[in-house]
Each structure stands twice: as C-alpha cells, then as structure tokens.
C-alpha cells in the first residue's frame, strides 16, 4: 500500500490546480486529499490563499 504525504508547497500547489481544472470544488479538495494521506494544514490554508488569489486575478502564482 503506497501512502502520501501532502507536506510540500509545490506538490499541493499542483495537485490544487489539477483537481481544479478537473472540476474538483475547493471546498472539497482538502476532503479527498486527506483521504490519500496525511496533509500539513496550515500549508494546505497558505495554498488555498494562493490558489484563491491566483483564480481571482488569472494568473498563476509561483510556488
């Protein structure tokens, strides 16, 4: 069984904005990450603010 960790920004920065471009909502991202594996929340908020400004504006923000 292969577990995951969401502990780096990068990686949750890119697997944000790939759930996102599929259709995954948001406010359901953080439910299906921790379902993988184990996720450093307050790394996840600081991504979401990024993500969120990053939608609001349209353009990325680097990682």
């Given at each position: 069984?292969?577990?995951?960790?969401?502990?780096?920004?990068t990686t949750?920065?890119?697997?944000?904005?790939?759930?996102?471009?599929?259709?995954?909502?948001?406010?359901?991202?953080?439910?299906?990450?921790?379902e993988?594996?184990?996720?450093?929340?307050?790394l996840?908020r600081?991504?979401?603010?990024?993500?969120?400004?990053?939608?609001?504006?349209?353009?990325?923000?680097?990682?």
């Amino acid at each position: 069984m292969v577990f995951w960790r969401f502990d780096q920004k990068t990686t949750l920065l890119t697997i944000i904005r790939e759930l996102h471009a599929r259709g995954v909502s948001l406010d359901d991202i953080d439910v299906r990450l921790c379902e993988i594996g184990p996720v450093d929340l307050d790394l996840l908020r600081e991504c979401f603010h990024e993500i969120t400004a990053e939608i609001a504006g349209g353009e990325p923000v680097a990682a």
